[in-house]
């Protein structure tokens, strides 16, 4: 079946230092990616949506400049989150719609815990 | 607008009981509708869907939900519960006939916890 690759699975870094999240489409082309953040007990939260080849969608309230996100390749979306500070922590998953006989299913990488001390 | 509820934060049921996580949707038209499952710092499992055809869909790991149209809800079952059934559910609904490139609009979530 089609699998989403999200890397690390946790990183620590301090606090205004930058840290990089990579999704990749293991087995099938990802156009488009979905990028969520999961606050503790709560559900997850779409932030963006990056399609290859143009600009991010970014929802409400979400800071472009502080969550960048790149889709360089259809296999490959990073999101860059950007002078990180504790707020930030939290758990970030991405999430790839399937294609042709799967279109109707999403796929989902294992997370990212980004602790910023 | 699209959205989904999950009634309850937290589902208790002794091990070999039937389980019932609850789920209901708002979409305009008809909907696609998923189950998911996470365990602690993981990403997201997929369960079970709802695309159309028979209204009680049967998925991985002895899951079942049943579609009901009239009241909106799409409950996730399973007739005897196991300890490792333990984790997290999260109800999704997208409407049908959009592409996939269309997000899913998720639930709060449920905690399921199996008591041995």
């Known amino acids: 079946g089609a699998v989403v690759s999200q890397h690390p699975s946790r990183v620590i870094c301090k606090s205004g230092t930058s840290v990089k999240i990579e999704c990749r489409s293991l087995?099938?082309?990802?156009?488009?990616m979905f990028w969520y953040r999961q606050f503790p007990k709560q559900s997850l939260m779409l932030m963006a949506t990056?399609?290859?080849?143009?600009?991010?969608?970014?929802e409400q309230g979400v800071e472009k400049d502080k969550f960048l996100i790149n889709h360089a390749s259809l296999t490959l979306s990073t999101l860059t989150v950007t002078s990180a500070h504790p707020e930030d922590s939290s758990f970030y998953i991405c999430?790839?719609?399937?294609?042709?006989?799967?279109?109707?299913?999403?796929?989902f990488g294992q997370g990212t815990r980004l602790t910023v001390v | 607008a699209q959205s989904v509820a999950q009634p309850e934060d937290q589902v208790n049921v002794a091990e070999g009981n039937p389980l019932t996580v609850k789920c209901t949707y708002s979409?305009?038209?008809?909907?696609?509708l998923f189950w998911y499952v996470q365990y602690p710092n993981r990403g997201l499992q997929f369960l079970l869907k709802?695309?159309?055809?028979?209204?009680l869909v049967k998925g991985s790991y002895g899951f079942e939900a049943e579609f009901n149209k009239s009241q909106t809800s799409f409950h996730l079952k399973k007739p005897s519960a196991l300890v490792s059934d333990s984790a997290l559910y999260f109800c999704?609904?997208?409407?049908?006939?959009?592409?996939?490139?269309?997000?899913?609009?998720f639930g709060k979530g449920t905690r399921l916890s199996v008591i041995a």
């Open positions: 087995d099938f082309q990802a156009t488009t």
């Open positions: 990056s399609n290859e080849g143009s600009k991010a969608t970014y």
């Open positions: 709802y695309i159309t055809g028979d209204n």
């Open positions: 999704a609904v997208r409407a049908a006939f959009t592409s996939g490139n269309t997000p899913l609009v």
């Open positions: 999430s790839a719609p399937g294609t042709g006989l799967i279109s109707t299913e999403a796929f």
């Open positions: 979409v305009s038209g008809n909907p696609y």
